[in-house]
């Protein structure tokens, strides 16, 4: 009975976490970013926060930088610049549910990265800035 | 040595139909949640005194707060989900063919989300048709319709250039149970 009980407990909590699955770390997510750079960019140095710090607050032709929503402290509490609403800090420092989710990232990467660049963002320009607001605190 | 791979067989098939009952207790949740939300609205509607105000953007026995979780996340995240009552289905429609170049912005959504979201708002469009103000049909924007012009009439222009209301857009600068789908003449406070 024991055996039957702590088997079954464990296969459930198997399919429960398998339910839960693609949960991935602001780290894990950058290796997969590193392992990408690498293939795509024949000369891939490594990324640079200070890099991505500028990319972050720089305006590339367009209206808007990514500051202009995320603020230029990504531990703070940003604001969208169009319509005013609060937007959760981006730092994974202070909020825990940053860098996460893996289609929640490519989604609003896809979007904001043609907004403000009217491009898709290189996975150098990705890790880069993944790795300066890893480095806030 | 039989014997036991026929327990496992039978543990798998119990933990099986274990995983299967916690999926689908997640699922009654949300119905519950919605039905839940179904009821509030319709009291608080037709409770108010300004009551039949709405009722030309669906009707009195409609929900003012039906909701879905993929609009409420994806509608929700740049600005207030706007209830799908305030525009009719045309013009849901043109919103949702259109959301590479969403009012000066990518808003692309997965097209198992985009039909989800689709199916949401003309589910619960406006009965009625709604008319634009400017000649362009359908009204791509709630702020744009002859229906909110009116309800608004009384407006005057100093609340609409204040930077707290920045555009008409801003529902929840004077509307201050618009996160929560209530546009009730009650919750409104105006900026100062």
């Given at each position: 009975?024991?055996?039957?009980?702590?088997?079954?407990?464990?296969?459930l909590?198997?399919?429960l976490?398998?339910?839960s699955?693609?949960?991935?770390?602001?780290?894990?997510?950058?290796?997969a970013?590193?392992?990408?750079?690498?293939?795509?960019?024949?000369?891939?140095?490594?990324?640079?926060?200070?890099?991505?710090?500028?990319?972050?607050?720089?305006?590339?032709?367009?209206?808007?930088?990514?500051?202009?929503?995320?603020t230029d402290?990504?531990?703070?509490?940003?604001?969208h610049?169009?319509?005013?609403k609060?937007?959760?800090?981006?730092?994974?420092?202070?909020?825990?549910?940053?860098?996460?989710?893996?289609?929640?990232?490519?989604?609003?990467?896809?979007?904001?990265?043609?907004?403000?660049?009217?491009?898709?963002?290189?996975?150098q320009?990705?890790?880069?800035?993944?790795?300066?607001?890893?480095?806030?605190? | 040595?039989?014997?036991?791979?026929?327990?496992?067989?039978?543990?798998?098939?119990?933990?099986?139909?274990?995983?299967?009952?916690?999926?689908?207790?997640a699922?009654?949740?949300?119905?519950?949640?919605?039905?839940?939300?179904?009821?509030?609205?319709?009291?608080?509607?037709?409770?108010?005194?300004?009551?039949?105000?709405?009722?030309?953007?669906?009707?009195k026995?409609?929900?003012s707060?039906?909701?879905?979780?993929?609009?409420k996340?994806?509608?929700?995240?740049?600005?207030?989900a706007?209830?799908?009552?305030?525009?009719?289905?045309?013009?849901?429609?043109?919103?949702?063919?259109?959301?590479?170049?969403?009012?000066?912005?990518?808003?692309?959504?997965?097209?198992?989300?985009?039909?989800?979201?689709?199916?949401?708002?003309?589910?619960?469009?406006?009965?009625?048709?709604?008319?634009?103000?400017?000649?362009?049909?359908?009204?791509?924007?709630i702020?744009d319709?002859?229906?909110?012009?009116?309800?608004?009439?009384?407006v005057?222009?100093?609340?609409?250039?204040?930077?707290?209301?920045?555009?008409?857009?801003?529902?929840?600068?004077?509307?201050?149970?618009?996160?929560?789908?209530?546009?009730?003449?009650?919750?409104?406070?105006?900026?100062?």
């Amino acid at each position: 009975m024991f055996r039957i009980t702590s088997v079954s407990a464990f296969l459930l909590v198997a399919g429960l976490s398998i339910q839960s699955a693609y949960a991935e770390t602001p780290n894990g997510v950058l290796a997969a970013l590193q392992s990408e750079a690498a293939k795509s960019a024949p000369g891939f140095q490594g990324f640079s926060a200070a890099r991505g710090e500028q990319f972050f607050k720089q305006k590339h032709g367009n209206e808007w930088s990514c500051s202009s929503c995320h603020t230029d402290n990504p531990a703070a509490t940003g604001k969208h610049a169009k319509t005013d609403k609060p937007i959760d800090p981006m730092a994974p420092s202070v909020n825990a549910e940053r860098f996460t989710n893996p289609k929640k990232i490519d989604k609003w990467f896809k979007r904001n990265c043609n907004d403000v660049l009217d491009r898709a963002c290189t996975p150098q320009e990705k890790g880069d800035v993944l790795s300066y607001l890893l480095n806030v605190r | 040595m039989m014997k036991n791979i026929g327990n496992v067989r039978w543990l798998i098939a119990i933990s099986t139909l274990l995983m299967s009952i916690t999926m689908v207790a997640a699922y009654a949740d949300d119905d519950e949640d919605e039905g839940g939300n179904r009821s509030m609205g319709y009291e608080r509607h037709s409770s108010r005194s300004g009551a039949g105000e709405d009722e030309g953007n669906g009707g009195k026995g409609r929900s003012s707060m039906v909701s879905n979780a993929k609009w409420k996340e994806e509608c929700g995240s740049c600005h207030l989900a706007y209830p799908p009552r305030y525009l009719s289905a045309d013009s849901w429609r043109a919103v949702m063919s259109g959301l590479d170049k969403h009012f000066g912005s990518n808003a692309t959504l997965d097209p198992e989300v985009a039909t989800e979201i689709g199916n949401f708002l003309e589910q619960n469009a406006s009965k009625k048709q709604q008319r634009s103000t400017n000649g362009i049909e359908p009204p791509l924007r709630i702020s744009d319709t002859k229906w909110f012009k009116s309800e608004h009439r009384e407006v005057s222009s100093s609340i609409w250039k204040n930077p707290k209301v920045k555009s008409p857009s801003n529902c929840g600068a004077c509307h201050t149970k618009a996160d929560s789908g209530s546009f009730s003449e009650h919750d409104v406070r105006m900026p100062r």
